[in-house]
């Protein structure tokens, strides 16, 4: 049996392997590493796929939420709403660019964020949302958009985890997450669930002047080649990544198949085990388990890392500290803020392998050392 892994991108590699070689060595010959043709072709295939009118590239996701809160004119001082419950990308840069973090508590079933606790945050500072589509869990859109709508804010939906998932509307209406806000951004990094071989990310939005803004603020702010209208950075997806992706997005559905298939079993395995709750599926929602996380209630969830840890299983703790706990935040007296499910979850939550690769004989070794474990506690 091959060691087990939370993510598995060599067994991956070596199936795209001939497809994958050809896109980089045709980047090779043709030497165009930077803005070259598959940049472009990828932006168009994966704006297709996602419904979005524009698919603009970046350097990585981080980036892509730096640059969607710059071109919406977001000033110092505004305030930005966010979960708590995230990696910390989507916080950080409403701090580097001095406007003011809102961190407000999650649904304890979804792992997103709260639309009664948005609707409490706002004030007349507010500008904008940035519902995280967490662990591949779309966020609950129809509910946030009708808020945004009532107070004219601008909604940032970070799908760096959930690139493929589709939201459910109430009048039947189905869209791919990151193309239902403002502003759409998404991530590449390798792990993601469409992840290239170096960091990449991408926005994308439905709005034509929005996109041009964009563009520019990636591109030096500029308008024509050296004429610099507006202050803004330098954030490309390289060529070589575009090629990658290009051709790991006509895998993305059936990745996104087997992912759910792998935590169908892992639902199965864990059914009825005391102090488990398994991941929710929110009816409104295709759910691509980007992570597969449990919640743990009375059992050491530490104690089951460094178990699984000791037989070769590795789990993950997405992420040990919220966001409104960290030092960086400090300075926004961020935490004093109540947010009692995010602690809750920090508590309680660890993430199992999780990936398209994934043999049956690793996964019973995975549920069944989980289950030994549990039981051990009971
Ligand atoms: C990965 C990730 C990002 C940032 O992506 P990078 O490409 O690593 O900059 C942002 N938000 C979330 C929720 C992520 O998981």
Not at 58 to 81: K, S
Not at 184 to 192: A, E, L, Q, V, Y
Not at 330 to 346: I, Q, R
């Amino acid at each position: 049996m091959r060691p087990i892994q939370m993510v598995d991108l060599k067994q991956q590699y070596q199936k795209l392997k001939e497809e994958i070689d050809a896109a980089v060595i045709s980047v090779l010959e043709s030497s165009a590493f930077i803005n070259g043709p598959q940049v472009h072709s990828f932006a168009a295939s994966l704006a297709s796929y996602n419904g979005a009118r524009h698919v603009l590239p970046c350097a990585n996701g981080t980036d892509a939420l730096q640059i969607a809160m710059m071109a919406l004119g977001l000033q110092p001082g505004d305030e930005v709403i966010t979960p708590s419950f995230t990696y910390i990308a989507t916080t950080e840069v409403i701090a580097l660019l001095k406007l003011t973090p809102v961190f407000v508590d999650v649904d304890p079933k979804t792992f997103c964020i709260d639309p009664k606790a948005i609707e409490a945050a706002i004030t007349p500072r507010t500008r904008a949302i940035v519902p995280v589509h967490l662990y591949g869990q779309a966020a609950n859109m129809e509910e946030i958009m009708k808020i945004a709508d009532t107070h004219g804010l601008a909604v940032i939906e970070d799908n760096a985890q959930a690139i493929g998932s589709e939201y459910i509307f109430s009048d039947g209406t189905v869209k791919k997450t990151g193309s239902i806000g403002t502003i759409g951004t998404t991530s590449f990094f390798p792990s993601k669930n469409l992840g290239g071989y170096g960091d990449g990310g991408a926005l994308m939005t439905n709005d034509d002047a929005l996109a041009e803004t964009i563009k520019m603020i990636a591109n030096h702010g500029q308008s024509k080649r050296y004429y610099h209208d507006i202050v803004g950075c330098n954030s490309r997806l390289d060529t070589i990544q575009a090629a990658v992706l290009e051709v790991k997005l006509k895998h993305l559905d059936a990745y996104i198949d087997s992912r759910r298939k792998l935590a169908d079993a892992y639902d199965q395995a864990f059914q009825g085990q005391p102090g488990v709750t398994t991941p929710y599926r929110a009816p409104y929602s295709k759910h691509v388990f980007h992570q597969y996380t449990l919640v743990l209630d009375g059992i050491d969830r530490n104690g089951l890392h460094d178990y699984l840890a000791s037989r070769n299983i590795p789990s993950m703790i997405y992420y040990p500290v919220p966001a409104h706990r960290q030092k960086m935040f400090e300075s926004f007296g961020s935490s004093a803020t109540s947010l009692p499910v995010t602690d809750w979850l920090t508590e309680r939550v660890i993430s199992l392998p999780m990936h398209t690769e994934m043999e049956q004989e690793q996964l019973e070794q995975i549920t069944t050392e989980v289950v030994n474990y549990i039981n051990k506690q009971y």
